[in-house]
């Protein structure tokens, strides 16, 4: 448990990429270093991007999604990390978290009418080396439910690297991360009330139908977007990013029976909106009463 400790004034610095907004929040203190530090995160930013977005021509992420069969393809240490962490991520949520969906998430995107596509084709991640290997095509890798927070880990290293003692990164309003001594006040908004919790040392993830529309997308070709979802949004946290943006997605498509079932591999902190407003779920299952500011 950390010692309470009060926010000081802190300065903000901005940065777009990933279609969203970038925020790194620190403490008052030396302005040009932290002007420094700034420029090295969101030049980060921007090479990660350049790495892992498959709408960037010529991204390791682009490159895989034009691979045909027997294709073999060497691609960055970054790009090979997100992708061993994601399947991983897809092995802990039971399939759920899925970043081969690429074709159905455009073809949702884009408000075309008729059936999903079907999703086919397998792609090898070496486990020791970066390597792709194409074995039939068809997959199509989208990073965007872990490439933001993926991108947020990347850069607290940098903050460590640099000295910082505290910091909240965030990419838009689905995922914050915070580093060091302080802990940030941070409120959970839903339609009609708001819960604050305090986010030490850990990431904290938003995901839902308020969040990102109906662009949820379930394994399940059967299932329609947004079709069977137990709640409207739900927050949680993680000791990673990567891990909070993956969890995040998976839990909006569980049921309660599900999120039960995961025993002691629930999250620690766990949050969702449905008819009854903002609620934490409780450590044993249950859904119990929340603060609300």
């Avoid at 008819?275 to 859904?287: F, I, L, S, T």
């Amino acid at each position: 448990m950390n010692e309470e400790v009060a926010m000081p004034k802190t300065v903000k610095f901005a940065h777009e990429a990933m279609k969203t907004t970038f925020n790194l929040r620190m403490p008052e203190g030396s302005a040009e270093r932290q002007r420094n530090v700034a420029k090295v995160c969101f030049e980060e930013l921007d090479r990660l991007e350049s790495l892992l977005s498959r709408f960037v021509e010529g991204s390791d992420v682009s490159q895989i999604n034009h691979m045909r069969a027997g294709d073999s393809l060497f691609i960055s240490e970054e790009c090979h990390a997100c992708l061993l962490q994601a399947l991983q991520l897809h092995q802990e949520t039971g399939g759920l978290f899925d970043v081969t969906l690429g074709a159905r998430i455009e073809h949702l995107k884009k408000g075309r009418g008729g059936e999903a596509p079907e999703i086919f084709g397998n792609l090898t991640v070496a486990p020791d080396q970066p390597l792709i290997v194409c074995e039939a095509p068809g997959r199509e890798i989208d990073l965007g439910g872990i490439g933001k927070g993926f991108a947020l880990d990347r850069l607290r290293q940098i903050l460590i690297d640099w000295e910082i003692d505290s910091a909240l990164l965030s990419a838009g309003a689905s995922t914050q991360l915070a580093h060091g001594r302080l802990a940030w006040p941070l409120d959970l908004t839903g339609d009609h009330d708001s819960v604050r919790i305090d986010l030490y040392r850990e990431a904290l993830s938003a995901s839902g139908v308020g969040i990102q529309g109906n662009h949820i997308v379930h394994p399940d070709a059967a299932r329609e977007p947004g079709e069977g979802l137990s709640y409207k949004r739900v927050w949680l946290t993680a000791p990673t990013a990567a891990e909070a943006d993956a969890w995040s997605t998976a839990v909006m498509l569980m049921t309660d029976d599900q999120i039960k079932e995961l025993g002691d591999d629930q999250p620690a902190c766990l949050y969702v909106e449905d008819a009854e407003g903002v609620r934490q779920w409780g450590g044993d299952g249950q859904k119990s009463e929340s603060r609300k500011v």
